[in-house]
């Protein structure tokens, strides 16, 4: 049976914390986006149901967003052989080796492992590239650039915007402050979008003047609840919590909310 509108399923967290959508399009076939760690697997798995997936988009290479997938890959899970193209744009191992913490490197080695036998389906999308998928408009607005190096793999975020029938939703992935502000440079108020995935879990994030220009009516936050009450308070120099991020979502005038610690929830868009 055939959706007039897409369906964006926001995906609760069976873990500490993790990122996971799935999309349902308009012609009754799946998008996933991340999906989180390797316990999230099974819900991704049972909103996708039994439908084709037309693509697995990844945001960046932490392991709260790709060991979804890398669990997938390594025991071959049915997901991997029905999705049509796998997307993401990661940066190669050597900058990694140079830059990512060391906690931070073994995901991503793991995805170089194990996802060999999908690289003829893979799609390396950079900036300004746009897709097409059951009528939905795909735009990417930002990809791996390498002259941020002091908060990798965040800032190689891969940016995107899915334009539906009556409304539109950015993924920011975990980008953060200084990758945030080449975003706004490029785009300025182009950025304007009806629903944002607020980066990086609400903290730690882009800065405020990022979302003045997407300027939201809804946010969706990817936070348990420990996550969600997190105190206002300076993480690392220009990084702050979860409620300074609330605060500014409250002052541009948000008031609908999406929040992954009241359980699994569909945006119609």
């Excluded at 830059?99 to 991503?108: D, I, L, S, T, V």
């Amino acid at each position: 049976m055939k959706n007039k509108r897409a369906q964006l399923h926001v995906l609760t967290e069976y873990s500490q914390y993790s990122m996971g959508f799935v999309i349902i399009t308009p012609e009754d076939r799946a998008i996933i986006i991340d999906g989180g760690r390797s316990q999230e697997l099974p819900n991704v798995a049972a909103h996708v149901g039994d439908r084709p997936v037309a693509a697995w988009i990844l945001t960046h290479p932490h392991s709260d967003h790709i060991n979804c997938i890398n669990h997938a890959l390594k025991h071959k899970h049915p997901l991997i052989e029905r999705t049509e193209k796998f997307i993401y744009h990661f940066h190669d191992l050597d900058f990694y080796s140079q830059y990512a913490k060391e906690g931070e490197r073994q995901p991503y080695l793991d995805f170089l492992e194990w996802s060999g036998g999908i690289q003829d389906r893979v799609l390396h999308p950079v900036t300004g590239d746009e897709i097409e998928i059951d009528g939905l408009r795909i735009e990417f607005l930002f990809h791996k650039d390498e002259r941020f190096t002091s908060n990798v793999p965040n800032d190689s975020s891969l940016v995107f915007r899915v334009h539906g029938r009556k409304q539109n939703i950015l993924f920011l992935g975990d980008l953060g402050p200084i990758a945030g502000r080449e975003l706004l440079r490029r785009h300025g108020d182009y950025l304007q979008s009806d629903v944002v995935q607020m980066a990086h879990h609400g903290h730690m994030c882009v800065e405020k003047d990022v979302y003045e220009a997407i300027d939201p009516r809804a946010c969706i936050w990817c936070c348990q609840a420990w996550l969600y009450r997190e105190n206002d308070r300076l993480i690392l120099p220009d990084m702050y919590g979860v409620a300074m991020t609330r605060r500014w979502m409250e002052e541009i005038g948000v008031t609908e909310h999406y929040v992954t610690k009241d359980g699994d929830q569909i945006i119609a868009f």
